[in-house]
């Protein structure tokens, strides 16, 4: 129940309403990690309460239904008001729980974690690519191709990560250790060090290995002697690579399958990426510069693009004993 623990590890305590008016503000503050309880509280407590927390750097949620309440509902951080409250209390606050149950409080926290973390995932795939394309469009010139990526090639990637990829992600599952987790500080960035270390890293090698097989005479040895072949093999390369760091993306555990299979919309996603994308070089001709490529084609091309998930592995093994915060870990 309410008594079995507070804020941390501390005996949690209780005190009323009258005891409560009798305390300093900084003595309410000292109390706030153990405080469970506030027994026969006023609508005048509620708001005091909020304020004090808020002040030591806490994200204050707060329930009511009464008219009395609104103050305190207005002041939260999240304001949660019961369906068979009055209206005004429902004005005030930030969501309204339908059924009237403190369970639902529970589930909207729940997947409110779900998904900031999925947010978090689509910001370091998108940024991700936008790095590495960017890099490519900018040195293909000097490198002796006026255009790497056609016009059309890059709306196609510009569809595959901002659409396919927020239908990606947000369809991760809803962990109940998520629950576990202690509330994120308020001043936290959204883009963590370890996002960083991706999006740099792995937005630098798929622009890095793209550009190595533009100008290595042994990439094209891999392919028939025809430039067409070649362009579309890297069109190819470039989306399977974006396709494959996704794997990468959603986790930042050694396990990329961790929990994949409770997320069917995002193998949905890839698979519908790889087979529009075959689609492209059969049928996309003059308009998206492509040929069809042979079976040994595309092995070989595959294989190039997989080659990033084992250079994620290790970016993640580098990183894992500079991690701040492991509980976080998906």
């Not at 808020?54 to 304001?79: E, F, H, P």
């Not at 370890?194 to 740099?200: D, F, T």
């Not at 529009?276 to 308009?287: D, K, P, S």
Request: hydrophobic content about 50%.
């Amino acid at each position: 129940g309410l008594h079995d623990g507070g804020d941390g590890e501390q005996r949690a305590e209780s005190i009323t309403s009258a005891a409560l008016n009798r305390m300093s503000d900084e003595e309410v503050i000292a109390l706030l990690p153990r405080l469970a309880v506030v027994a026969r509280a006023l609508p005048i407590d509620k708001s005091r309460l909020v304020r004090l927390a808020q002040q030591t750097g806490r994200v204050v949620g707060m329930t009511g239904d009464g008219v009395n309440d609104s103050s305190a509902l207005k002041k939260a951080d999240v304001g949660f008001a019961m369906g068979s409250g009055s209206e005004v209390a429902k004005e005030a606050a930030d969501i309204v729980i339908l059924d009237d149950n403190f369970h639902s409080i529970a589930q909207a926290v729940l997947y409110g974690r779900t998904i900031f973390r999925s947010i978090r995932k689509f910001v370091v795939f998108q940024s991700t690519v936008n790095l590495s394309s960017s890099v490519i469009v900018f040195l293909g010139p000097f490198l002796g191709f006026d255009f790497p990526l056609t016009l059309i090639q890059l709306l196609w990637v510009n569809l595959v990560m901002d659409t396919f990829a927020a239908i990606a992600f947000g369809g991760e599952p809803a962990l109940e250790r998520y629950m576990k987790d202690s509330p994120i500080p308020r001043e936290e960035a959204v883009i963590s060090a370890s996002m960083w270390s991706s999006i740099i890293c792995n937005g630098l090698y798929i622009a890095a290995a793209c550009i190595a097989f533009l100008i290595m005479p042994a990439a094209r040895d891999l392919y028939r002697p025809d430039e067409a072949v070649f362009l579309t093999a890297f069109f190819c390369l470039f989306i399977f690579l974006t396709a494959a760091n996704s794997f990468n993306v959603r986790t930042s555990k050694l396990n990329i399958g961790v929990n994949l299979l409770r997320n069917p919309g995002f193998l949905g996603i890839q698979a519908l990426i790889v087979v529009v994308q075959i689609a492209f070089t059969v049928i996309g001709g003059q308009i998206l510069r492509t040929v069809a490529l042979t079976s040994d084609e595309w092995i070989t091309t595959i294989a190039l693009a997989a080659s990033i998930i084992p250079f994620d592995l290790l970016r993640k093994v580098i990183m894992l004993p500079l991690a701040p915060n492991k509980q976080k870990d998906e």
